[in-house]
């Protein structure tokens, strides 16, 4: 079994000064701990180079928060999946609610930017999940299940982040029995999709994980990790969520 993921979405933070105290804690931590979950760390663009050069042979590996369909070409403003892995990132964002509602992404530029991304070496992770509205009014399985169909491509080779609109942000996770029947509708969407792929995809959660709910969230059968957002910018919490990720394989 292998051991869940931890990725830390920086989302818009980080500044250069903050990006050292968070990267440095990170260092330290790699230094006394050698052999630890796999531990994504996704800074904003302008931090992906300089993150990089300091987690480059650690056992951290570098994410970013989302890309463009194209590989390149006039796009102002825009950076393609081929940028990012030039910089050195393995993992893309994708699909982000924050994308979906700011930028109105539908399922079907998402589907094309993981496209994008696995075509330029990356492992998209793709976000997925119901706003509160969709939950109170009973459709949620019907939003997950037009989102998986609408955002994966068919030959999809990556991890699905399952994070309730909700639940991001508000310090209040959503309930673990919510979060368990989710991720077993996902993992059977999944399966009725890819068939043996789809036993093999991580899903994770997302949604105000922090150290003190953690562990119950991690204890969810055919949970892969944790989509982490604000407790990834709190050097101390974010590396307890890692070192909690230890006991769990
Ligand atoms: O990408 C991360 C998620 O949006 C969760 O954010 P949060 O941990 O601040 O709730």
Known sequence: MVKPVVIGNWKMNGLTKEADHIVSSL????EKHKDFAPTVICP????LYHVQKHIKDTPYALGAQDCHVAEKGAHTGN??????KDVGAGYVILGHSERRSDHKETDQLIKEKTIAAQKAGLLPVVCIGETKEERESGKYKDVIASQIKG???ENFNGLVAYEPVWAIGTGVSAKNEDIAEVIHFIR???VAQYGENGKKTPILYGGSVKPSN??????ISELGGVLVGGVSLIPEDFLQLVTIAQDFA
Do not use: C, G, R
């Open 27 to 30: 260092l330290a931590y790699a």
């Open 44 to 47: 904003p663009f302008t931090q």
């Open 79 to 84: 950076i393609s999946a081929a940028m990012l």
């Open 151 to 153: 955002s994966l491509p």
């Open 188 to 190: 059977e969407k999944l």
């Open 214 to 219: 953690v562990k119950d969230i991690f204890a």
